[in-house]
């Protein structure tokens, strides 16, 4: 069965960090570009960040630049996202998600994502 499980939410002050977690089981990973979503509280689902295969491309979304990291060790398959100086408006439902197709160009639409997580709250206290 294949399966995505998050870990590494929860609280934080704003200015810390986090680093969340993605680990993959039942199948390899490392042909997929796998992503980051995220739903705050009535809000849509929106894209944070994607990698490539071996990582030599990724994609943020404007929020994120520079202050958010993907990163994937695919001997491990797991992906991660280091996220460093965290505003309240980051708080929200984090989900990883791994792309099906052949493709290795990581998009930033959800739909083209077959696989996703169960998520992992993150909340940050102003």
């Known amino acids: 069965q294949v399966q995505l499980v998050e870990s590494g939410g929860g609280l934080v002050q704003a200015g810390g960090s986090l680093r969340l977690s993605c680990a993959a089981s039942g199948r390899t990973f490392s042909r997929n570009v796998m992503g980051w979503f995220r739903r705050a509280p009535g809000k849509e689902r929106e894209f944070v960040a994607a990698i490539s295969w071996i990582g030599a491309s990724t994609s943020y979304a404007d929020s994120v630049k520079a202050r958010f990291t993907i990163s994937r060790d695919n001997a491990k398959n797991t992906l991660y996202l280091q996220m460093n100086s965290l505003q309240p408006e980051d708080t929200a439902v984090y989900y990883c998600?791994?792309?099906?197709?052949?493709?290795?160009?990581?998009?930033?639409?959800?739909?083209?994502?077959?696989?996703w997580g169960q998520g992992t709250q993150v909340t940050v206290s102003s």
């Open positions: 998600a791994a792309r099906l197709s052949m493709s290795n160009i990581p998009t930033t639409d959800p739909t083209t994502y077959g696989v």
